[in-house]
């Protein structure tokens, strides 16, 4: 997977790209799949282990170019439809607004759909669709066809543009992680809508989140995220893809890609990641965390590097503004 600057594994953890202020934003839908107790595997998935290298999260280094063969260090992830090899060939570039079924493959350097992938986070590839706007994002697992095609329901709420980001590994010898990006085009009347205001809190379906720690450009730093519920902490978080919490983020402005693993912990209130912010600039974040059967995203607007309020010094971290929001109503469809 990659980012705008190579991430490096860090205390048996994952690091992360964005920055030092926090921040949450409306509009945003849970992951495509909510989860309930007997769907399928994620309802029984086994219990994450409390280590990163333990349990194949730090294997590779998400986010960044080189661990594609031939790659620059510092090429961005998903920014590229084709890199070391693979081309991420997308047939459903211009989907309807609402419910459309998303049609791609991923094919070598000879034009050939890849069939065979290695299972990172337990599933052959990840599949993330954001609007361009950054207020509409989805965390989609598709079926892979015997030919290598691939398909996955997606629910696109509004005409405009979105990007969809394939995060996989191949399993030829010596492949390493890839994240490739393509531009899709929904028909219609688009308003584009602002991006969210900074603030540290987000709620979800009842559910806080605080996103809160001490993080600078180019220092890596703790992220930690609390969950409650009716003021109480939730204690019981379930696994979700063999980790107690997922965490994407998006740059603002080239929606370059970044996703992680969470630290060393147990099943909550509080899911942390070491991250470092590598630059000035605004992302967006999206934690997946799953309870009581069903998965749900916390988003956050996250500014690295601001100055004047809001922040402190240089070289110390910025402090976050009170506020927060909710996610759209009724996108609980399976993807």
Known sequence: MNTGVKITAYAAALAATFGAAYGVGTGVGPVEEPRTAGHGEHAA???PSKSAAADGHAGHEEGAAADTPGAAADTPGGLQISEGGYTLAMETPVPAAGRSILTFSIKDSAGRKVTAFTT??????????????????????????????????ADLPAAGGYKAFADFKPAAPGARNVTLGVDLSVPGAYAPKPLPAVAPTATVDGYQ???????????????????TKAGKP??????????????????????????????????????????????????????????????????????????GA??????????PAAGEATHDAGDHAHG
């Open 234 to 307: 939730v204690t019981d978080l379930e696994p979700y893809l063999g980790a107690y919490g997922h965490l994407v983020a998006l740059r603002d402005g080239d929606l370059a890609y970044l996703h992680v693993h969470p630290n060393e912990g147990g099943p909550g209130p509080d899911v942390s990641f070491t991250a470092t912010a590598p630059s000035a600039g605004t992302y967006r974040l999206f934690l997946d965390f799953q309870h009581e059967g069903t998965v749900r995203t916390a988003a956050f607007t996250v500014t690295a590097g601001a100055t």
């Open 45 to 47: 998935a086994p219990a």
């Open 120 to 153: 990172e986070h337990g599933k052959e590839l990840h599949f993330i669709v954001a609007s361009r706007d950054l207020n509409t994002f989805r965390h989609l697992h598709p079926v892979k066809a015997a030919d290598g095609t691939w398909s996955v329901a």
């Open 310 to 319: 809001g922040s402190t010094a240089a070289g110390k971290a910025p402090v």
């Open 209 to 227: 989140v605080r996103l809160g720690g001490t993080l600078n450009p180019g220092k890596a730093g703790e992220l930690r995220l609390t969950v």
